[in-house]
């Protein structure tokens, strides 16, 4: 085999290796990616059915109920125009409270309840994930262009 050929099968080896390795990469990537959906959203169908996503509003006033037996927790994440009914099995974080924001990670089932793998609460009162943030802002508008007539 000549020089010229054995260099040109280590280019094309190369090439095949940096073209698995970027497909792998890619691969994990887009698995690991988590969109971010508001209750205005998810009523509206944007939300995925089969795939893991990202839930943020605020704790609806009254809707947290605890079962008897457990650690399941059942409450309702609204942005101010539409809820979106939760559940959780798990420890929730100290800062979690009605009426406060909240951002939960998990699935949105057929029923309409999104079954939460973890639940975020905000660290402060002045810090709100950006995306919660535009999201509140975004139904508050829309009510009020609805109540006006």
């Known amino acids: ?71 399941t927790v059942h409450f309702v994440v609204t942005d101010m125009a539409r809820t979106v009914p939760v559940v959780y099995t798990g420890l929730l974080p100290d800062l979690f409270r009605e009426g406060k924001g909240v951002v939960a990670q998990g699935r949105l089932g057929a029923d309409g309840v999104f079954r939460a793998d973890q639940v975020l609460a905000k660290h402060d009162e002045n810090y709100m994930p950006p995306e919660a943030a535009q999201a509140l802002e975004q139904a508050r508008r829309g009510r009020r262009e609805v109540a006006e007539p």
């Open 1 to 71: 085999m000549k020089a010229r050929s054995r260099r040109g099968l280590a280019i094309l080896a190369g090439l095949a290796a940096l073209g698995i390795a970027s497909a792998l990469v890619l691969n994990a990537f887009r698995s690991n990616l988590v969109f971010f959906f508001s209750p205005s959203q998810i009523a509206s169908k944007e939300a995925p059915l089969e795939r893991g996503f990202r839930l943020g509003g605020l704790v609806e006033q009254g809707s947290i109920r605890r079962s008897a037996q457990g650690l």
